[in-house]
């Protein structure tokens, strides 16, 4: 039997609306203004702050925002114009928005790495102008004859268009003809403006005047990596760890540690992260729940980087060596899992720079050196790096250390508290390793006010921690959705990690396996990237008093957990990570943030958003639609109506199309107006894919 495959084009874009290229031609301009023929405000993707530039990731379905406007009621048209790292040139014909606040907007799918250049094009579109009136008065027998020859006229001057192709100008030549022809009747006439063919080319090859080109800007465009993936969080020590006879516990290694990638691969997870897999302190060393006496056999915080063993070079020996690392490494590449290693710029006591490089701390009055802190957290078994006594000679530091882990494969960094850190030194890096290695990834772990957050984000981390975590509730999660699909997806790529070592939220310990389920459920679909620290598939709820994260932490412990044991028992959340994991790889639309729109219930508690991806965005050329509507009330069920703007995805409102529920298998017939129940304690959330449509 004969098959079709639908082939892409080897382009470095895809496109909802791209033109045949023309050349850009500013018809009008002048040099004793600042504001163009027709003004254009408002271009995005854009960032707040001059000198650095928007990013996007591979793939990214892009939308290329600009609000543009004219005098009076002539109509207008907007071009964005694209030139690909490549220097490849492509157009692209932005659509009004019809919002009355004169936006426009295509979106395109830069697919090739590296710096874009774009602007936009704006250009009275004379044909629409024509067509809208003379519709109007042709039909209404009002100045038909002056319509009929103004339309003439604007024919005759695209016939003289020499890029317009011959059948085209053929066409248009007899359309004037007739036009003119007074024995050509006014209703005849009126179906030559309404002629979709004429129209047609008039969309792909506009008559334009007032031509008015915007200014050129960059976007960096970053691998797909630095925007879209499922992050998994162990501690390799723990993993393989054995309890001995005699009570103590063995750690776990690289080689114990790789037996557990299999389990991590099939949930479906991208990522790993490992924090810190180097030498700890012995003096300051912490105990046990965070006490500041340990017990022999106590491993310390792994963040306490530093001992006669080595430094931010050197691995754990309990761990094993380099080579097992790397061995590590290949197993989880072999696994499709990458390795994200921990970045922590701070030394315990026994470091061997705290010797070497005293000048790299604050030596306070007494002789002393100072602890860290993240106010209102403590670490007293750290010094901080001050970044202003020996800056090159840090800089050369980090960047060796930066360097010795991407030559062991690593390309992703998950930087501990960089926002205790200058952010010159961060844009610093991050350009001197980008210009090395385009492909590292940086994520920044700055739980911190907005602005120090976001101007990380703009200085070029790739990713960032958000405050996903603490926010719950509808209201909370609207906000937070909403401004994260917008206002800051120029710039910052959040990833919604479910929980931490440091953080167990109220919402999880006292929610209930519904929380867990819930949260999984939001964070797996809104994000393009999110996270899970291991322990949530265990429903690891119980915090240590009077703080946010779990009891006898693992950052201070080894931790044995019985996955297998746990999954057998039917009390492991892992069966629904990887139906969620696999999920998100089946639809595009959820491998994507910019996308994320907000719908409506009539109950506080139900969040509904949807996720629409068109087909020519899309590898195989099939639309991906997909609507989340969750409970966050992990204690009650709930029913109420839900309310789409189906338009968003090309159906009328008003008309039904089925769904099917990825989580379930259930499907049903639905229209803008739906009615859902959702009951916390069976399944919190329904993933609906939208079928087949256009
Ligand atoms: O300050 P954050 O809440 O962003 O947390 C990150 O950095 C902390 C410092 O590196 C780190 O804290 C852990 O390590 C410290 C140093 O060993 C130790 O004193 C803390 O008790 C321990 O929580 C935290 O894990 C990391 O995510």
Redesign the pocket.
Known sequence: MATTTRTRPSKAWRSTAELPLRPAVAWQSHADTTVGRIPMTLPRPSVPDPGFRPSAFAGEAVPFRVTAFREGHDLIGVHLRLFSPAGEESLHRLSSLDDGLDRWCVLVSPTAQGTWRFRFEAFGDDFATWEHAADLKIAAGVDAALMRESGALLFLRAVAEKSRPIAERRRLEAAAARLRDSAVSDLAALEIVRDPDIAAGFAARPLQSLVTIGETFDLLVERERAGVGAWYEFFPRSEGATRLKDGTVRSGTFRTAATRLPAVAAMGFDVLYL?PIHPIGERNR?GRN?TLESRPGDP?????IGSAAGGHDTVHPDLGTLDDFRAFVTTAAAHGLEIALDL?L?A?PDHPWVTEHPEWFTTLPDGSIAY?E?PP??????YPINFDNDPEGIRTEVLRIVRHWMAQGVKIFRV??PHTKPLQFWEWLIATVADEDPDVVFLA???TRPAPMQRLAIAGFQQSYSYFTWRNTKVELEEFLGEISDETSDFMRPNLFVN???ILTEYLQYGGRPAYRVRAAIAATAGASYGVYAGYELYENVARPGSE?NID?E??EYKLRDWAAAEAAGDSLAPFLTRLNEIRRAHPALRQLRNLRLHWSDDDAILVYAKHLPGALTADGKADTIIVVANVDPHSARQTMVHLDTRQWGVTPGDPFDVVDLVTGAEWTWTDHNFVRLDAFNEPAHILHVKEHS
């Open positions: 924090p912490k965070n310390g915080s792994p963040w306490a922590a701070q315990a860290a993240n957290k403590k670490y007293q078994d750290i501990d508290n772990e700055a739980f931490t070592p440091d994260e932490n950052k201070y």
